[in-house]
Structure formats: C-alpha cells, structure tokens
C-alpha cells in the first residue's frame, strides 16, 4: 500500500533523459530529481549472450556466471556515471521528453520490418432509467445502437451487471415488456472475479477549499455511511482533499470502512469557503455604497479576479486528479463534493453592479472572466480518461442571505443571490452530465441520491467497440441509443480520446507510480543495485530491470532473433514530487544458435538513476513493441537513509 503523501507538485520536470549519445543534466535542483544516466545504461542477458543496442558499447556478457555479470555491470555503469559528473551539471538541448519522437538514427537501428496490427476497443459505460429513474435492465447486445462521431459502429463487446453481479446469460427480453423489470436491491455482496477493465475505482474528492465546515460535515456523515453500506467489496475507494493543494487521505483501498474513518479526520479540517463568504459580502457593501458606476466596478472586477486566480487552482488540481487516473484500468468515478464553483468569477457582484445603476457595462463586464472553457476541458479529459463525475453540492438548500438583501434592497438581492447559486451550481451540473454520471443539488439529505450513484455502480452495461482510427490523439463523440425506445433515459460519457500508444503507456506509468497500480503479463522483476554516493548528497543508484525473454516475440533476422521493447521509467519521493515519464528504446539481439536457451533466461537492464537521500518509488512500463503486449510494475528503494546505510544500501 502506498503511503499517504502529499500530491502537489507532482509535474516538476525533475528527471531528464538523453539519447544515447547525449550527457544527461538536472533541469532543477529540488528535493527530489532522480536522473537516468542513458548514456550509461547497461544490457545483458544473464547466462548467455546479447545485445542490447540503445545504449553505448554494446555490452555482452559472458555465459556461466551471472551473478558475477550483474555485479561488475552495475559497478562499472556507477563509476561511469560518477566520472560523468560534469555532464550532469549543465543542462542537454538533447533531452527527449514525453510525445517526441525517437531520433531517425535509432529508428533505423530498431526496424525490424514487419506488419503490425494494433487491437483497441473503447469501453463506454451506459446507465438506463425509466422516465421516473427506475433502472432499466435485461437489455441486451441487439437492444443498443452505438454511434462514433454521428457514425454508427459495430458493438463487439457486450457487459452487464445487476445487482453488483455480472449477468452471464442475459435473458432476451421482449421490448413492450422492459418498463416492468426491476434491479435488484443493493446488498454487500462476497467478491466476484471483475475483468480489470470493469473494476472500479471510486476517489472521494473533498474540496476544502471550496466548501463551508458546517456543509462539509453535515454531507460527510451520510457519506461514511453510503462507503459502508453501498459498494462491492471488490471495488477500491480513495480519499484526497483539496487545500490549495491535493492530499491523498487514503489510498486506492478495498476497505470502504478505512476510508469512512477517514472522512472523521477530514471533518476536523478546516474549510476555507467561510473567508470568501467574508470578501464577497465586503465587495457588495462596496458596491452598495459606492456613488458611481465606474467605483463600482473597481470593487466587482477586484472580486472577480481573486475568485478567478483561486479557480485557476481548483481547476488544476482536478486536471491533475484524472490525469492520474488516466492510466488505471476499468471505470474511474470522481465522487466531488464542495459548495460549488463559479462559472464565471464574480458575476453576482457585476449582477449587483448593474442593478444598482441600471447599466449593462456591469453585465458586458463579467463575460471576460468567464471560465466555461476549463470545465469543457475537465470533462473532455474526464471522457478521454473514462472517468464520470458525481458532484454534490453540500451546501444543500439554498435561500437568500439576509446580508445581500441589506445591501442591495431585498428584490435585488434575491436576484443577486440566486445569480450566485446559479453561478456556482452550474459547473457541478455540467461536469456531472457531460461525464455520464449526476449530479446532487439542492437537498440537505445526500444520502438517497448517494443510493443512486451506488446503483450506477452496481448495475449498468458496458458497450465496447472498435475505433475506426487508432492513435491519431483525436476526440471523438459518443452516443449510444436503445432501438425503439425513446421514453428511457440513456448515460454515458459523450465522447473519447484516440490516445497514441505513447499516451497510453506513459498513463499507465504515472498510475503505478501514485497508485501502486501493478499489471504484470509479462513477468517483469525490479530491483536496485548499491548506491554510489556523490557530492552535495546525491547518489547513484542502478535500477536493475529483468524481463524474461520467453515473454518477449523474438523475430529471425540475418543471424540473429530480434526483439524490440520500449521502457518507461518515472520515480516520486515522499514529498509527492515526481519526475517526467522518460523512455528508453531497446532492441534486444540473440544469437541464432542460443535462442532456445535463451528462451529460458532472463534479460537484465540496468538504468542508473541519480537521486538525493530518501524513499522513492519507482515505477517502470515495459511494451514488447512487436506483441503490443506491456507491463507495469513499481517498487520502493530507500536511498542514504540511516536505515538504508545500516542495512548496507
């Protein structure tokens, strides 16, 4: 389990790689900045003979002692590190980082000629009701229409679950007879075997920041009690709060009750909404008493500006929140709950401006700080990533202050005030619907609006079909249909990103670093070689990396089989600062005679790895580029600790 840790600053480019033939460089001195020293990386076959051709020298290494191969390649590629020092104090123009292309030269060392077809299938989660919200089920493959971009489009993966269960063989159900089924009950069922790509994974996001104490406290009780009661025991639930800055209060866990402990703690957290309640209500006492249009716009656009630059956060750390989720298999929910968020910064002030004096300028005004276009990104991101969001407000009923009608006469008041619940309910609304899921507004009681988001997730359809272009990075609209029947209400995200295999594999990476997200098909082993301690306390540390080649498709070529894998290599500390995903092209040579022993050994890679003292966790993609069949996997390494120097690490 990974250990709660703070997650700002988590994009800090702290790692750099260069190609083989470029000296690597920091790009900041922070507390944190692993570097992988690719010039110096280290490949070869323990027992046997190989080469590895994305790296210098081109190392083989001698059969029959492979212990003794190990040891003196990881200590040559850290004394050659450390007599690199230099190299790593100025910065490369050679780095190459996430979604540039490898240098024309190693492409041409790693083409291997041949055909390959790529297989992806996108998964839409589809959610059906009755006009009055009853679940609509036994539906089955032939009862849907799916469409990509107005298109329609073969479905060829077909899922149900009722109940929390997969339904095996759905009953055909005749269409005049679908308004009478009914779900069943939620109940907390034993665990069932889930395919990854339908196991769920729900965050709890509670946005402090954003939210009054008395609010947050009132909505949480109901919420401990929907975590216990409501979802499958195979479903995995986080905890993150939003302060200015997100903080993981649980990690991904199958323990709904250890998050529900948890949410104890963060009622005791303070909420920040109270301070800007106090700012908005200075602004319209401003605006009250102010003798001319032009002053009082002063004080509206102040307040707009300073709501804005605090969105520009929250909107931030919502990015960052699915971009982490990005690479983790299955359906990802965002359980979001706060006070809401404006649309547009500050527009009940310029509502109270143009009440006031009876102009438009007041209303023109506002449109500049309209920040509409960040929640279309949030939800595009969301849809791109498969992750639906169900917002709440806490704030609950709401009705008119008794300050805003003090100081704008009590009809303009209203009017201000319902322009800033509005304002502020709108974004819950729109990133809830676009996303496929819901949205609970305007009720002090959550929790049988909460029973319904459960059985979202314990009965739905998932519709899988085939893209028509793969890789092109293209958003494509979604929208899917049940044949001859227009009076039911149909869910679901409304659209998807054609993500390139790089985006994939770098998601996939990031996941396994934050989240421990492990996918291992190819039986791929981690492991760490001594520290070699520099100066200003930075150590080299080797990242030793062992595939096993009968995993690998190794293809005949003029004497040899080749095979060709692509790494990616990230790392974080326990600040939550973290590197760039950086990759590492290998194409892996045997000789033709040795192939079928080496079908029984191991290939090891080593990555050097410049890092300052502490924990890190260090998280590797492996792509058999030839299979397209890839791994993940994430291991902690304790660097120049007192513990690790005792231990002799």
Partial sequence: MMPTMPMHN??????????????????????????????????????????????????????GEPAAQEAAAQESVAEEAVAQESAADAVSDGIRRPGESVPEESDKDLDLFMDRIEVRVVNVDVYVTDKDGNRVTGLTQDDFELYEDKQPVPITNFYAVEGGRPVEEPAAAEISDLETLQPAPPQRLEAVEVPPEQRLFLVVYIDNFNIRPVNRNRVLGELGYFLSTELEPEDQVMLVTYDRSLHVRRPFTADPDLVARGLEEVARVTGHAVSRDDAREKTLERIGDAKTESQALVYARMHAEEMQNDLHFTVGALKEMIGDLAGLPGRKAILYVSDGVPMVPGQDVFHAVQGKFGASSGFTDSFQYDASREFVEIASLANANRVTFYT??????????????????????????????????????????????????????????????????????????????????????????????????????????????????????????????????????????????????????????????????????????????????????????????????????????????????????????????????????????????????????????????????
């Fill in 392 to 649: 709440v407000d806490a704030a609950g009923l709401r009705i008119a202050s008794t300050f805003t009608a003090e100081h704008a006469g009590p009809s303009l008041g209203i009017s201000v005030d319902s322009a800033y619940n509005s304002n502020n309910q709108s974004p819950l609304r729109y990133m809830a619907e676009t996303t496929g899921g819901t949205a609970i507004l305007n009720t002090n009681r959550v929790l049988p609006r909460l029973k319904q988001v459960a059985d979202d997730f314990s009965t739905y359809y998932s519709l899988g079909y085939a893209p028509r272009g793969v890789g092109s990075g293209r958003y494509h609209r979604i929208e899917v249909k049940v044949k001859g029947r227009r009076d039911l209400v149909v869910r679901h995200r409304e659209g998807y990103r054609d993500k390139t295999i790089e985006a994939q594999m770098v998601d996939g990476t990031v996941s396994a670093l934050h989240f421990g997200f492990r996918d291992n098909p190819l039986g791929v082993s981690l492991g760490f070689g001594p520290p070699n301690r520099r100066d200003r306390g930075h150590y080299v540390v080797p990242l030793v990396i062992d595939i096993p080649l009968g995993e690998l498709v190794l293809v005949p070529s003029t004497g040899t089989y080749e095979s060709r894998v692509r790494l990616y290599v990230s790392a974080l500390d326990s600040q939550g600062d973290s590197s760039a995903v950086q990759q590492i092209p290998v194409q892996i040579s045997i000789p033709e005679a040795e192939i079928e022993q080496a079908k029984q050994q191991r290939y090891r890679y080593s990555v050097p790895l410049l890092m300052r003292s502490g924990i890190h966790h260090v998280a590797v993609g492996i792509r058999d580029e030839i299979a397209s069949k890839e791994s993940f996997v994430v291991e902690d390494v304790d660097v120049g600790t007192p513990d690790a120097e005792r231990k002799g690490g």
């Fill in 10 to 63: 988590r994009r800090s480019p702290s790692t750099s790689v260069a190609d083989s033939s470029t000296p690597v460089a920091t790009r900041r001195r922070s507390v944190f900045f692993p570097v992988l020293l690719a010039a110096l990386v280290a490949g070869f076959l323990i027992g046997g003979a190989a080469v590895a051709r994305a790296q210098q020298g081109e190392p083989q290494a001698a059969a």
